[in-house]
């Protein structure tokens, strides 16, 4: 485990937490260098064998140097903006394993993922298809595609990251698919190399997504019937992470059960993984700053906000959270919540936790996935600054932001200003 105690204080590898608190300050988010890694190689060594690419979901967790950590490993990139493909690039992505997703592409975006030579655009609508034609047409270049379908499956996670039914905004029903098919390999400047399915996010067993991909060969093989064969199949990400009690399916019981069925259509296998390779390499440290008791609740007041780790404000997501100092007698229930005016702004509610005092440090875990790349200037708070460690060893991956961080850009127009 990144993540353990040593004589009584929390380490990540061989850092003790408390002395990056001391140095820095709080809150921070913290990562573990061998963690990302390892969480790469249960893909990579799953699809090696069967000419796979991983691409990484970069809206997880896109900090340059965790970017980094993971291309290192031989991952590619899933991007949903330029903006993401700039960070891809100047982490140092091989962009023929890049690919691109999302419903709403602009012309700039898709003329950009042109130039940079991606693998290929993974197209949501029929509209999307005809206007990365004419982009591809004035760019001089062919776009190679892959249709997103939708394959009508209930992946049994929260809600907001469900996407693959069939009311979700995302990709075109699998049965009108093959039309858009018909017409996209018709088109002048699109080369059609393969289809792609998103189902969902946090998905805690393999039937749903063995399910989609069942659908997704009935797909391709009546589309070999019309005379189109594809050479990717991309299943997207979702596996999900141990935040409490869930179990997971590895990346490699996921590969099992359908590489057979890949090799036999000559199709290769692509992988979107974003929270399952980074959501347990990273934590979120935060200080207490008020221990406040009122006759019903006791609150622990910190210094990390919603604004700093959205889920639990937005999906009421749960995560462990452990003192820093290991704390073996005193329990009490509490709730521990930011400084943000708002009912919504908490990390846990009535959650068992150690008796602790104004000043201790509190772990959030299993924070490196949808914490900082979420995280916002509400309330006008700098965002936190990003840690890595690599053994005994710490980096500042990223900066507090300061004051003047905070105003950048912005400007008092003259008239204001008499
Ligand atoms: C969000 C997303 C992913 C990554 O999902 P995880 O649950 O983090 O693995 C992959 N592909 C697409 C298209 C996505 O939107």
Known sequence: ?????????LHCEDVPVKEIAEKIGTPFYLYSYSELKKGVSAYTKALNATGGIVCYAVKANSNLAVLRAIFKEGAGADIVSGGELFRALRAGVDPKKVVFAGVGKTEKEMAYALRAG??????????????LNEVAKSEGKKAPIAIRVNPDVDPQTHPYISTGLKE??????????????EKANNMENIEVLGVHCHIGSQI??????????????????????????????????????????????????????????????????IMEPGRSIVGNAGIFVTKILYVK???EKTFYIVDGAMNDLARPALYNAYHEIKPV?????????????????ETGDFLARKRELPLLKRGELLAVMSA?????????NYNSRPRVPEVMVNRDQWFVVRERESYEDLVRGEKIPEFLME
């Open 168 to 181: 979700s905004k995302f990709g075109i029903d699998i049965e009108e698919s093959i039309k858009v098919y």
């Open 368 to 376: 490196g996935a949808y914490g900082f790349t979420m995280s916002s």
């Open 118 to 131: 991606i693998l290929m655009f993974n197209v949501e609508s029929e509209e999307e298809l005809e206007v």
């Open 325 to 341: 100092r290991e704390h073996t007698t005193g329990r009490i229930v509490a709730d521990v919540v930011g400084p943000i005016c």
């Open 204 to 269: 805690t067993s393999i039937s749903p997504f063995v399910d989609a991909a069942q659908r997704v060969f009935a797909l391709i093989d009546r589309l070999k019937e019309a005379g189109i064969t594809l050479k990717f199949m991309d299943i997207g990400g979702g596996i999900g992470i141990t935040y409490k009690n869930e179990t997971p399916p590895s990346p490699e019981e996921l590969v099992n059960a359908i590489k057979d069925e890949c090799a036999r259509r000559g199709v290769k296998l």
């Open 1 to 9: 485990m990144a993540f353990s105690y040593k004589n009584g204080e």
């Open 293 to 295: 008791k009122k006759a």
